[in-house]
């Protein structure tokens, strides 16, 4: 079973669309707090977690099969060259191939102390910065704007590696700013650092 | 009123003085109850320092930071979060079972995790952003 959660602080209407036209089958749930992130710890989207028929983590959160090509599109017109497109196409391939594995065979599962290693480390910080979010959204929701870029911004500063509250409070301001100029910006000063952490999945192409 | 915000949802409460609430509004709230020992859950009671009761009502604020979870308040002290600390999240993680979370789909239907029980799980995020 798949469960896709839109981590969309504006709402079911916004993500509708994407839902609609991807016809799914399995659970499309609206997560405006961004609740799921701050339950996993994870920081960018799309991110995936592998959990058994007994609830149990047997994958913790890890990039599901986008990959860094990205990063050469012209930020202008957003136009990536066709190796560039392959790779990316064959990273989502060979990921979602992956899980199939894992449902077919039970492939790639991670024994308890190799998923424990690949948990995330939650810091006071960033259990600060998602209260900070949780408000922060919510005053956007009741009309108080400038109160909520507050919070929102102490949100950023606490966790300074989340995208998904930079990008999400980008958005919030005016839809497309997540993908505008300060976001090309904020990747530049990745430098040498992943913008995806590839999976660690034998032969994952990077 | 006074709204506040937890994992558990989002509470309306008559708080007064900050976030100070009856027992039942504080059990409603934070689901720990307002005994004798202390603020108990689970078989579990935390004691409570006496400045932090008066007149059968609980300071949530200062029982919710003794759990070592962050709470913030708006300008107007009107609304307040009620976090969950980085202990907490990192304890759940380490046990390797998947936090449950309910949310809901495109038809407001509320949909649980561990209702999937039984189903291996591909848990995804995405955004449109």
């Given at each position: 079973m798949v469960v896709a959660v839109a981590e969309d602080s504006r709402g079911a209407e916004h993500a509708r669309p994407w839902i609609e036209q991807a016809k799914a089958e399995y659970w499309c749930l609206i997560d405006p707090d961004h609740r799921v992130a701050s339950l996993f710890g994870?920081?960018?989207?799309?991110r995936a977690v592998w959990i058994d028929?007994?609830?149990?983590?047997?994958?913790?959160?890890?990039?599901?099969?986008?990959?860094?090509?990205?990063?050469?599109?012209?930020?202008?017109?957003?136009a990536m060259s066709p190796a560039d497109q392959a790779a990316r196409d064959a990273g989502k391939a060979f990921y979602v191939n992956a899980v199939r594995e894992w449902v077919m065979t039970g492939r790639h599962v991670l024994n308890a102390p190799a998923a424990r290693e690949k948990l995330p480390r939650i810091t006071d910080d960033i259990a600060l910065a998602h209260a900070h979010f949780r408000l922060g959204v919510w005053l956007r929701g009741h009309d108080a704007a400038e109160e909520a870029a507050r919070h929102l911004a102490e949100a950023i500063r606490l966790h300074p590696e989340s995208w998904n509250m930079w990008r999400q409070a980008a958005d919030l301001d005016a839809v497309g700013n997540a993908a505008g100029p300060g976001f090309w910006a904020r990747v530049q000063t990745?430098?040498?650092?992943?913008y995806h952490q590839p999976p660690d999945l034998p032969g994952f192409p990077t | 009123m006074t709204t506040i915000l937890t994992e558990r949802g989002e509470f309306t409460v008559a708080a007064t003085n900050g976030l100070w609430l009856t027992g039942g509004e504080a059990a409603r709230v934070t689901g720990w109850t307002l005994k004798p020992e202390g603020m108990c859950r689970d078989g579990q009671c935390v004691p409570m320092p006496?400045?932090?009761?008066?007149d059968g009502r609980v300071d949530v604020e200062a029982f919710w930071r003794r759990l070592g979870h962050p709470v913030l308040c708006a300008d107007d002290r009107q609304t307040w979060v009620l976090g969950t600390g980085a202990g907490e999240r990192n304890a759940a993680l380490a046990g390797l079972m998947a936090p449950d979370f309910t949310l809901s789909d495109l038809s407001g239907t509320p949909r649980s995790l561990?209702?999937?029980?039984?189903k291996k799980v591909l848990l995804v995020t995405w955004a449109t952003w």
């Open positions: 994870m920081a960018n989207v799309p028929e007994h609830g149990r983590i047997v994958r913790p959160p890890e990039t599901a099969g986008s990959t860094d090509h990205f990063r050469n599109m012209d930020p202008k017109t957003l990745l430098g040498d650092k992943p | 006496p400045m932090a009761l008066r561990s209702d999937l029980r039984g």
